[in-house]
């Protein structure tokens, strides 16, 4: 308070409220016309601004027009950008949001990190160990900067963006000094001003977070361009406020993209060659698209398809649906591969798996994440279901998809877990059964629901060898599964050579197990004469007849060329 009492004397005006506030001056001004002046007044941002004790950080604002920056200012003058990316998906698919506004500036991308001017590092803080990696990866970029600093026409800014800039602002410019820009998950359209304010040796840091922000109308720059496979965001945040989870605090609220803004990212990344897209959000399936042109569009509400699941918040009602994105992509690039992640088992509903059975190009794999087996711990997870929840809806999702592969996440030690509570999670993996897991040893984050309730009582030891037994149980069951596609035909997309030998490739088949196929050329086509052969290339969809597999790979001949049109109907 002291420090704004000596900012309020900037003004006349300013004064006048302080004398109003202490008593000391009488005013019949009306109510109305204080507000406005009021509004014609400095506002908080520029007593941070000027404040000592924000260390002469700038904090940012929503302000648009910043009267002390101007619009040439911003331009990156070509300066080159070390983009260094850690966690998941979504923070892949924000680097490339994060270079298509700064290509827009005039910076430039580099691939050295000698010859960056700007690091810029996009970090995750769903566990202790992602945020240790950043902590590390800083101490070896202070010294490179260290050096720099000698070199007068070279300085090096560093920057840290994502989840840990948003849970760790503070401790950011505090702890790391050589850290000169932080930006939050919804910040990142403010970086070119951010950069600006930071060239000059200021502190600058935006971390707001948006009620409405989703880069709708941000086309991302993809990172790697050899690559044939591409991320989507869909929606941003989440509302589920599981107990043990960070997201909601450093991602925010839910909101979701227009269909309309995602049909035309996707088909152009059709036009660019992509064969297969993978749809982002913190929870997809939970999706609605509640903008004014299609929000009377959906007539009905849809019913889960199995009971037994519950919410923390309200469900919203009305606009467009998952399982109508999906089937207006599905019908839109036919010939392009789409997967999503991550979901939330309680927002599967009958039409959204009926969508699925019905595309061939919507991939029958399912990431379900479990958290744990069993049902008390799954209580205090705040995860909505129970165990027999759970397995009814699995039970129902093979129904309606036969050929379905599933993935899921698990957390062992989680505050209180008994070994008998463990051991559920243990019979869970073992009855369900899945092809692809996310094993980890529970990590407590500040701000969440159970580190405010609970105490991580479960000892580091006992924590590992709970994981190193879920590991084992997993694997079991992944390589029974994978055996059961030998002798099958599979529709693979080749992704890459191989990373053991360059005379192989690897590629996933519709379930995403990978799969290692010989190089060389093959038919043209099914109906193509032998000695028509085409050789096989990045993108390519190959059809491949498995001949071996184990717990994390499978192995196969390459036949024929194919599209996914034209392999499911030659295969049924």
């Not at 027999?388 to 877990?417: M, Q």
């Not at 899945?434 to 580190?451: G, N, Q």
């Not at 996933?508 to 196929?517: H, S």
């Amino acid at each position: 308070m002291a420090m704004i009492v000596r900012s309020l004397v900037v003004s006349r005006w300013s004064t006048r409220i302080l004398l109003q506030c202490t008593g000391k001056r009488r005013d019949h001004t009306s109510t109305a016309e204080k507000f406005s002046r009021l509004k014609e007044g400095p506002s908080l941002s520029d007593f941070i601004r000027r404040s000592p004790e924000t260390g002469g950080a700038y904090e940012a604002s929503r302000q648009e027009n910043v009267p002390y920056v101007s619009p040439e200012s911003l331009r990156g003058q070509r300066r080159n950008v070390f983009l260094e990316v850690y966690g998941c998906q979504m923070n892949t698919n924000d680097t490339e949001i994060v270079w298509s506004i700064l290509k827009s500036y005039d910076y430039q991308r580099t691939t050295n990190l000698k010859d960056a001017d700007i690091v810029l590092i996009m970090t995750c803080a769903i566990r202790v160990g992602a945020e240790d990696t950043v902590w590390n990866r800083l101490k070896h970029l202070r010294l490179l900067k260290r050096k720099r600093e000698a070199d007068a026409d070279k300085p090096l800014q560093i920057g840290v963006l994502g989840c840990m800039a948003e849970r760790l602002k503070k401790q950011l410019v505090e702890r790391e000094q050589s850290v000169d820009i932080v930006a939050g998950p919804d910040a990142y359209k403010d970086l070119p001003r951010l950069l600006s304010i930071g060239q000059n040796g200021q502190k600058a840091i935006n971390v707001l977070l948006s009620l409405d922000e989703t880069y709708a109308d941000v086309v991302p720059v993809k990172l790697n361009r050899k690559s044939k496979t591409a991320y989507v965001s869909i929606m941003r945040g989440c509302d589920n406020m599981c107990s043990y989870c960070i997201v909601p605090f450093t991602r925010g609220k839910e909101r979701s993209r227009p269909i309309s803004s995602i049909r035309e990212e996707i088909l152009k990344l059709a036009n660019d060659g992509f064969k297969e897209i993978t749809l982002l959000g913190q929870n997809v399936n939970s999706y609605r698209d509640m903008s004014n042109e299609d929000s009377e569009s959906s007539t009905k509400e849809a019913t889960l398809s199995v009971p037994g699941f519950r919410t923390v918040y309200k469900t919203k009602i009305g606009g467009l649906r998952f399982a109508e994105l999906l089937t207006d992509i599905a019908e839109t690039v036919p010939e392009m591969r789409i997967r999503f992640t991550s979901p939330h088992p309680k927002d599967f509903p009958t039409d959204v798996l009926e969508t699925i059975a019905k595309y061939p190009n919507v991939c029958s794999n399912l990431h379900l994440p479990a958290q744990s087996g069993n049902t008390a711990v799954l209580e205090r997870m705040r995860r909505g279901y129970s165990r027999e929840a759970y397995l009814s809806l699995v039970k129902e999702v093979r129904r309606v998809i036969p050929n379905v592969t599933l993935s899921s996440d698990f957390i062992c030690g989680f505050c209180g877990e008994t070994e008998s509570e463990f051991a559920d999670t243990i019979s869970l993996i073992k009855e369900v059964g899945y092809h692809a897991a996310f094993l980890f040893a529970y990590s407590m984050r500040e701000k969440t629901t159970a580190h405010r309730r609970y105490s991580d009582d479960i000892p580091v030891d006992v924590k590992q060898d709970r994981l190193q037994r879920m590991i084992v149980a997993f694997r079991t069951e992944a390589e029974l599964l994978n055996r059961s596609f030998v002798g099958r035909t599979q529709l693979i997309l080749i992704e890459s050579f191989s990373k053991r030998s360059r005379i192989d490739l690897a590629g996933r088949n519709d379930g995403n197990i990978k799969v290692i196929i010989p190089a060389g050329p093959i038919r043209a086509s099914f109906e193509a004469a032998k000695d028509d052969l085409r050789p096989i290339g990045v993108g390519d969809y190959v059809a491949v007849r498995i001949i071996a597999s184990n717990s994390q790979i499978l192995k196969g001949e390459p036949m024929y060329h194919s599209t996914i049109t034209q392999f499911y109907v030659t295969e049924k």
